[in-house]
Every structure is written in structure tokens, then in C-alpha cells.
């Protein structure tokens, strides 16, 4: 992991403040300061990377469909042979 993703220690990090003894607008600020301490962690896959998860994923769904095409095929030939024509 980069450096980045890390917080400095002389930060103060809203991830690992108290809620206790908070009222509901305070503990709503909080939560939101955590959500935004969270999403400036977030990094941002390069173009490389999109392809590759768009090509995996591509792959995944075809042949999740040919199982799916091939179980169907073979349940709808079984029931034709028991049911008859």
C-alpha cells in the first residue's frame, strides 16, 4: 500500500474519535467527518486497471451465462424425455 493511505500520526484522525456523550447532531458530524476522512483514502484505479476489471468481469458474466444456457438446455431436454412430446 502507498504511504498515502496512511494517516500521519500528529493528524487528528476523526476515524477514531468517541461518540459517547455526543447528541444526535453531534454524532451525525462525526459520522460525516468519518466519511470524509474515509473517501480522502480512496484511490482512483488507473485506465490499465479499468480494462483489466472490465475484461474480468466480462469474462465472469459469459460464463456464468454458458453455465446458466447449459443447465437450462439440459433440464428442458430431461423434461421433455419424462413429460413426452
Do not use: C
Not at 476522512?37 to 454458458?66: C, G, H, M, N
Amino acid at each position: 500500500m502507498s504511504e498515502l493511505a496512511f494517516t500521519e500520526p500528529e493528524e487528528k484522525d476523526p476515524r477514531h474519535e468517541s461518540r459517547e456523550g455526543r447528541n444526535v447532531f453531534g454524532r451525525m458530524a462525526l459520522f460525516f467527518r468519518q466519511v470524509i476522512s474515509e473517501l480522502k483514502r480512496v484511490v482512483t484505479p488507473s485506465v490499465e486497471d479499468w480494462r483489466r476489471y472490465t475484461i474480468v468481469v466480462a469474462v465472469f458474466v459469459l460464463v456464468i451465462v454458458a453455465i446458466v444456457m447449459v443447465l437450462d438446455f439440459g433440464f428442458g431436454t430431461l423434461v421433455e424425455k419424462v413429460l413426452g412430446d
